[in-house]
């Protein structure tokens, strides 16, 4: 089994702090994706990296995957009140026809 | 949004007693998932379907199992349901393996 660890579990912040959360595991991915999942609704696609040191930025996050392609983080600029959700990674493998879900980590952004 | 919808959204059942969630997709994806998500696990794949009556067992498969016998309807019977069983059942579509997965709505499982 393919592990993906997410770290912090929660995090509760003020509006306008900057965080970041982190996504690793032992294993090589052939791609790694974010979800944010509101409560009561199904994971929604933020973005998908696929090469070694990616960086993608969507707005006020800001997504990389490790130049070996075994860990990526999240980073949000000024969070706000909208960012709070329960965000996850999964990683794909060339071989297989499924996702590796992490645990997810639950963030709470304060007014 | 992907045309995607679970039915019922909500059950209450009594331990032992067989269950079916379905999962129908307007959107033709050769891919679907049916995951559980508990706290403190994250989502766990349960089983997929690769095409019509092309099925695969997931990660936590023990007393599961599904069926697939049109492109757009994916069903998932508990067997015999248990206690354990209790969760929330989401199912994904994908127009490829490793591809982008879009979710349904949940359905929100207790078993009494």
């Known amino acids: 089994t393919q592990l993906l660890e997410q770290s912090p579990q929660f995090l509760s912040i003020q509006e306008g702090e900057n965080l970041t959360v982190y996504c690793n595991s032992s294993s090589v991915f052939s791609s790694l994706q974010w979800y944010r999942q509101e409560p009561g609704e199904g994971p929604v696609l933020l973005v998908t990296?696929?090469?070694?040191?990616e960086v993608k930025k969507l707005k006020r996050l800001t997504f990389q995957f490790g130049d070996a392609r075994k860990d990526s983080s999240l980073h949000i600029t000024a969070a706000q009140t909208g960012d709070t959700g329960l965000y996850l990674c999964a990683g794909g493998h060339n071989a297989g026809n499924m996702l590796t879900f992490g645990g997810g980590t639950r963030l709470m952004v304060k007014p | 949004d992907a045309g995607i919808t679970q039915s019922p959204r909500h059950k209450v059942t009594e331990t032992g007693t067989p269950v079916t969630l379905r999962c129908h997709q307007t959107e033709n994806h050769r891919y679907m998932y049916w995951y559980r998500q508990d706290p403190g696990h994250g989502l766990r794949l349960i089983h997929y379907s690769y095409g019509v009556k092309d099925t695969d067992k997931g990660e936590v498969s023990d007393g599961y199992s599904v069926s697939r016998s049109k492109t757009e309807d994916f069903l998932l019977t508990l067997e015999s349901a248990t206690s354990s069983q209790t969760s929330v059942y989401f199912c994904?579509?994908?127009?490829?393996?490793?591809?982008?997965?879009?979710f349904g709505p949940g359905t929100r499982l207790l078993v009494l």
């Open positions: 994904a579509i994908s127009p490829g393996r490793q591809e982008t997965q879009y």
């Open positions: 990296v696929v090469t070694g040191g």
